[in-house]
DNA sequence: CTGTTAGCGCCTTCAG
DNA sequence: CTGAAGGCGCTAACAG
């Protein structure tokens, strides 16, 4: 069978109508009285025709599109904002595009193949952002909301989290056990929720009067590799009770990393994350961690940017979200404490 | 500043050259003397042109893009084997769509939201496909690749992978180290290659002269919540010393299942999973697995769909990759056994 | 409530 | 090697 191509001409000379109004109807817009309306529906039900999308973009300068540009596009923490923005567009009648590349890097070439009219909008998560990007999608006027940019104090929409607070509470809950030896290993150095983060840890120790030695601060990079590795390091220090590190890949590998080294966790070693990944609690044990509403930061990245497309002005456009402490059982009191 | 928006009759008027000379410098053809076509991509660049991607498909009928459909969208199993298509059609200048839907059902809804003139042909990873969108697909004429399908012997080329094969290895591998009571828990029923991982199982059973008891094989879906489940209670059994599950997160669940019947790993109990996701030689101890070649499977998939594309035909169109044991620290001898 | 006219931006003819 | 005319399929805008 040859690939038919159904046309509303042909549909319109079916149903004895005009493809205006066949148009109409199969939008769901006004102007076709109930008669005409099913004999349309009909004639396109019977010949299976639904509109082409180029044709229909073409004319109407809208797509119906929007696309998302993820560094790690399939990470557990992408993956649950991603989620997010769809529940929040599902009855918004718009289809979700993820752009794939194998190269995480190039995101401004990822903005470029977005942006000539494949979409109506774009939300980039977790974003390098670097100026000439940002500059572009201004240029081009397209309607963009980033969550989580590497960099705070770009010129567009963004949706972030409370970052200090989350590691603060994490500190306090770990100081609250009887700590009073605790480490911290941040993520990737150039992000400001690196720092943010750090800051808590920071504020928690003041506190508490417990100095802040920089020698039990170390950073890796956000993968579970990298937190192996750097916690080993790190653990050389016998006098740890606990860790707070800036990912849940991070901690898990920290946990590996002391157990390779013959500290049982949490006995002789709290350990304590941030993100709260599903990973996290499916670990073993149970990783005691921050967590980001990360379903939610999709779909108030979402719902700003439909305001955005619609014309409808942000009343606000720099959101920040609440972190939770959850606890598990990778943080226990310090041996020797009740 | 306005969105700007350039098009071909601008560049085209700037350069003092037509439309049609334009069009040809830009998309690398024939027909343009050096100096003319250095001239128009330097107003090109200036402005900042590039074709509208709607217009572009609408005459010219073809879209350079191809969509990607995956019932679990973002799993680590659907990554890799993103990462491999986007690999293999990197130099074919062609993009990659994922479609997202909080709705992981409606594969139909899917295949048709592409299948309107967004791309020039589709690859679904691990899909239902059920008769009415393999019929579909083929009426439309949409050139169509199937990684992994749940059914096999639908009309679709196909890549899979020799799953029977890499069950039997693990199994021999457990019977090899000692072992003789070997539990198994398949994955999720509905799919053929479920089918395919149990008869490995049997098979090598047989081969050994050991007997198949249907009271030691569960069913579990492809969760860690349900191999955490399951186990508990297949594990009732105290004889069994080894388990071989249908998938990398069944046997994560599974082993934590153990562990919480106060079972060691490998001490006690031996592990054996499918997939060798990155999350198997994270998880701890490191998971013995089976490894299927996802990376490969996508490569394949994806030269398979140019050639379709590019209309030529399929040397074969039934493609099966071998599976291979990889050994790590789930597994050991039985007590009892040097 | 319905039909007509025009054009979205590009590429494929066919001439020159 | 370059230009001019036409149309891809659909929808705005205006008639009737």
Redesign the pocket.
């Known amino acids: 069978m040859p690939p038919e ?1 159904v ?3 042909q549909v319109a000379a079916e149903a ?6 066949v ?2 109807v ?2 769901g817009r ?4 109930d ?3 099913q004999r349309v529906l009909k004639v396109v039900e019977r010949l299976g ?1 639904k ?2 999308a180029s ?2 973009t ?3 300068g809208r797509t119906g599109l929007i696309g998302i540009i993820a560094l790690d596009l399939i990470s557990e923490y992408a993956h649950e904002i991603v989620r997010g923005i769809a529940v929040e567009l599902a009855d918004d009648e718009r289809e979700l595009l993820l752009n794939v590349s194998i190269d995480a890097i190039r995101e401004r070439e990822r903005v470029d193949f977005f942006s000539h009219g494949l979409v109506d909008g774009l939300i980039l998560i977790a974003p390098a952002l670097e100026p000439r990007t940002v500059e572009f999608i201004q240029d081009k006027g397209l309607p963009t909301v980033v969550i989580d940019p590497r960099r705070l104090g770009v010129g567009l929409p963004r949706v972030t989290v409370d970052n200090t607070d989350g590691v603060r509470q994490a500190t306090e809950h770990l100081i609250a056990l009887g700590h009073r030896e605790i480490g911290y290993i941040k993520g990737e150095e150039d992000h400001e929720s690196t720092e943010a983060r750090y800051r808590g840890y920071v504020d928690a120790m003041r506190i508490a009067g417990l100095p802040v030695d920089e020698a039990r601060v170390s950073s890796a990079s956000f993968s579970y590799a990298s937190g192996f590795r750097v916690a080993t390091g790190l653990l050389r220090d016998e006098g740890l009770t606990a860790v707070v590190c800036g990912s849940d890949l991070v901690a898990i590998g920290a946990m590996d990393a002391a157990r390779s080294l013959g500290r049982a966790v949490p006995d002789d070693l709290s350990i304590v994350g941030f993100d709260d990944l599903p990973r996290a609690s499916q670990n073993y044990p149970a990783l005691t961690t921050v967590r980001q509403p990360l379903h939610d930061m999709g779909q108030a990245g979402a719902r700003a940017l439909i305001s955005i497309i619609e014309g409808r002005p942000l009343a606000v456009d720099r959101m920040t979200l609440p972190t939770t402490l959850v606890l598990r059982d990778s943080t226990a009191a310090p041996r020797g404490v009740a």
Request: charged share 10%; hydrophobic share 40%.
């Open positions: 191509k046309t509303i001409a004895g109508v005009s493809a205006m109004t148009s109409n199969v939008n006004a102007g076709a009285s008669a005409t309306r025709y509109p082409n044709a229909r073409l004319s109407s």
